[in-house]
DNA sequence: GAAGTCCAAGAAATCGATTTCGTCAAGAGT
DNA sequence: ACTCTTGACGAAATCGATTTCTTGGACTTC
């Protein structure tokens, strides 16, 4: 009975009814309590399934969202996905996930797509300051910035509190009795690096009147990165007793420097922003500031839903506290 | 320039043509050099991008696949994605990657969802063995199943050499020296965990003539079922000194009762399926049998293009060989 | 009983791009 | 010189659902 496409006129010869009084009892509008059991009769009948690409192309919208991250494969971006996802199917709308690999062309094309497809909308986890999304606005599609914003005014924006978050992650290895703390951070052009590294720098200055500079290495947000920094770091002269890595996956090739220079933590002070779900940072002794990824998502989801919904407020700046520094089980 | 939608009709009505010679231009139909100057000219000027959604409707197709996967945040599946991914870019095609958290209803909306957006093809990972995929075969949409086989006949797939790689991992073990080698696998109803249980059954009938039975636990692929598992095991009168496990995230769980007995690999023998990436599970001593995840996604988008771009032959299953089972680094 | 309200429901327009069909003109062939 | 191709290209049909716009009948109301 299912077999190809069925169409809203074949249900509706079925029932014996127009097109229009299908859609309307497919829709919920007015119809006669008769007419209504020959209709869902009908389409039970023949499993129609109304085709989603014709709806959308009259009605100028569709209820899909787009979500568009830099790396698929970083466990802090699934976890935000995640988040994004239950959110939005709460709220009636799939999403598509869209991953970039950190490639402003990508980016772009990804964004033209939301446009092209009539996507409701757009969460957008820059890849870098860069990211263009005139287009969109435009266009008037609500677009909401998750975990890092947008340097352009009137964007909503979900992000946590990445300065509070370094300096509270440097003051817990002072606090612990640690005095070379150094400081391992992302690209200085991506704003979450940039903020935590001067809560880092805040902490140091507290201590030391001034910063500790030559403890401060710039690197890219990857396990080689880390890796490479806390090398460098390690062939000073007085090398740091311990480091804030500002996010997970450095820390990971940090942990491998770290390693092949006969050093763990806890020994070494390490505070992490963002886990790795698996590689059980807190069982090595290592300080991890929780990034509430989950629910990063799930805000930002909630603003662009309600942008969806015709909310034209003031474009709002969600900021989430990052979690307490967890010292680890062990 | 570029405000709202721009029509093909804007366009036309620019360069002075008629809006079939635009759609010519733009899909590259015979059309003189002039009309396609100016065409361009005016597509350039208004920033013009076809609209999918009425281009979908009209071609009742559109260049999209739908990857639909058990859950995002197991690194195997996002390792996997990204195969896909790579593969369909280079084809010309997006993915739309699918969540199912292992739930047959979800998995059955986004088939549905497939067939409504008319999406060109899509790739299963099974959530288990009740897939039923009848609607898109009723539909004639290519369909690829990728890790586990879908007993169904007729249906591409993707997998890796299970009982070989169960079987290998168990000698592995034997060959170092053990001698009660456990096997944690996944739900009965799931064929790799079958056959990867097969494996082990194989080797250690080898050995001891007969099966260890009493060595075999059956749970649930996660990370707390793997943790229960082995605390059994390990409850044992005579418990194993070593185990196949048979995914990535019940080894992590493992691993966590493993140490909570005081008991660490390399001492007690640990063979996993498939690494996670973070995990380090080579730098701590346990086996790990390489699940090619990306080339599983990259075969898999491979031969759904073939059938998207109308190969008809007889369904084929491509089995790619776990690569040699490493023996960790340390 | 005539005029006014309401409402279910069909006919037709609409969304935007593609594609079929047919026209017209320039060049080829005899 | 005349028919036959061939190629460019505009007009109009098409994809399937939604959304006016209209119509006709039932029900009020005075």
């Not at 169409?7 to 006669?32: C, E, F, K, L, W």
């Not at 599609?141 to 979900?158: M, Q, T, W, Y």
């Not at 030391?208 to 890219?220: K, N, S, T």
Request: charged residues 25%; negative net charge; glycine residues 8%.
């Amino acid at each position: 009975m299912a077999g190809a496409k069925v169409t809203i006129y074949q249900v509706a010869a079925r029932a014996g009814v127009s097109a229009a009084t299908v859609s309307r009892v497919m829709n919920g509008a007015r119809v006669s309590p008769e007419s209504e059991r020959l209709v869902r009769a009908a389409a039970e009948d023949l499993a129609f399934t109304p085709n989603r690409t014709a709806r959308r192309l009259r009605r100028q919208y569709s209820e899909v969202i787009a979500l568009i991250i830099p790396d698929i494969e970083n466990p802090f971006f699934t976890a935000l996905a995640r988040g994004v996802e239950n959110r939005a199917r709460a709220g009636g709308y799939s999403v598509v996930l869209c991953n970039t690999d950190d490639d402003p062309a990508r980016e772009s094309t990804y964004i033209d797509i939301a446009l092209a497809e009539h996507m409701a909308g757009v969460i957008l986890a820059p890849a870098d300051d860069g990211s263009d999304v005139s287009r969109l606005i435009a266009r008037q599609r609500p677009v909401v910035a998750v975990d890092r914003s947008l340097n352009r005014p009137g964007i909503d924006a979900v992000t946590v509190d990445n300065r509070a978050g370094g300096l509270s992650a440097a003051e817990s290895l002072f606090d612990a009795g640690f005095t070379r703390v150094a400081c391992i951070t992302g690209p200085s052009s991506v704003e979450t690096a940039q903020l935590r590294m001067e809560g880092w720098q805040q902490a140091s200055r507290k201590r030391h009147g001034r910063g500790d500079e030559e403890l401060l290495r710039y690197a890219d947000y990857r396990v080689d990165g880390g890796r490479a920094a806390m090398a460098e770091l390690l062939a000073l002269d007085e090398p740091p007793d311990a480091a804030v890595v500002a996010n997970n996956l450095m820390a990971a090739g940090a942990l491998d420097a770290l390693h092949d220079a006969g050093l763990t933590p806890p020994g070494f002070g390490l505070a992490v922003f963002g886990d790795l779900p698996y590689a059980s940072f807190e069982r090595q002794g290592i300080r991890v500031v929780d990034l509430p990824a989950r629910d990063l998502g799930e805000a930002a989801a909630g603003l662009l839903l309600e942008r969806i919904a015709g909310d034209d407020g003031p474009a709002r700046t969600v900021i989430l506290r990052t979690d307490q520094i967890s010292r680890g089980k062990k």
